[in-house]
């Protein structure tokens, strides 16, 4: 069983949707974080979540530590959200990551 | 532009043969972090250096290993290649040393084994 777990592995929405990518841990972590990986390759930090909520433009992240979850919304999808959405946990020594979902947004 | 560099961008080599990978990290960060990502194994977190100490070790083989100099920059050596090691190497630096900073990503160095 993976440390981090992402569901689902791959999502493809209508541009406007409204969409929900989760993450489950099982470790103990001192943050979380969303990362997006464009086609090309290249990887950007979207948040790094220790409690509560972050809000950046039309992406939202929350986290319940207590259930070990946490989830990465976006508001009113475009194309150009396509992309593979990562979230990874941080402890003092170790990083743990999801496998990825594959975000397809069809115009 | 993250402010990340990572050379060389792209990388082509023979079974056991040995090379270097380079990261300089944005200014003022003093942690860098390297993963790899092959396409069977995804993201994995290889070994962090933190003011040019060795500060978290993840799945790094024996074959591999880091170093970050005194300007800041890192290496990451990868001897006897197999062909199970191509993969993307990404390099991300941060600006402290704990699991909660944000990471700030290179483009990564695409390693190919033939």
């Known amino acids: 069983k993976n440390e981090v777990e992402q569901s689902p592995q791959n999502l493809t929405a209508q541009e406007g949707e409204f969409i929900t990518i989760n993450c489950s841990y099982s470790v103990g972590i001192s943050a979380l974080h969303w990362l997006q990986q464009h086609p090309g390759g290249g990887i950007v930090s979207l948040f790094m979540l220790s409690s509560g909520k972050k809000k950046h433009g039309r992406l939202i992240a929350t986290i319940n530590i207590q259930e070990k979850h946490s989830s990465l919304h976006i508001t009113a999808s475009h194309p150009r959200d396509s992309a593979v959405y990562i979230c990874a946990g941080g402890t003092g020594n170790q990083f743990y990551f999801g496998t990825g979902t594959s975000l397809t947004v069809i115009p | 532009d993250s402010g990340v560099t990572q050379t060389p961008k792209h990388l082509i080599t023979a079974t056991g043969q040995r090379v270097t990978l380079r990261c300089s990290p944005r200014?003022?960060?003093?942690?860098v972090y390297w993963y790899q990502q092959s396409l069977d194994q995804g993201l994995q977190f290889l070994i962090q250096y933190y003011n040019g100490e060795e500060r978290a070790k993840g799945n790094i083989l024996e074959r591999f290993s880091a170093q970050q100099f005194p300007d800041l920059h890192s290496e990451l050596n990868l001897s006897s290649l197999e062909l199970g090691d191509s993969a993307l190497y990404f390099c991300?630096?941060?600006?402290?040393?704990?699991?909660?900073?944000?990471?700030?990503f290179g483009p990564g160095t695409r390693l190919t084994v033939l």
């Open positions: 200014s003022g960060d003093l942690s």
């Open positions: 991300a630096s941060s600006p402290g040393v704990a699991g909660y900073n944000e990471q700030f």
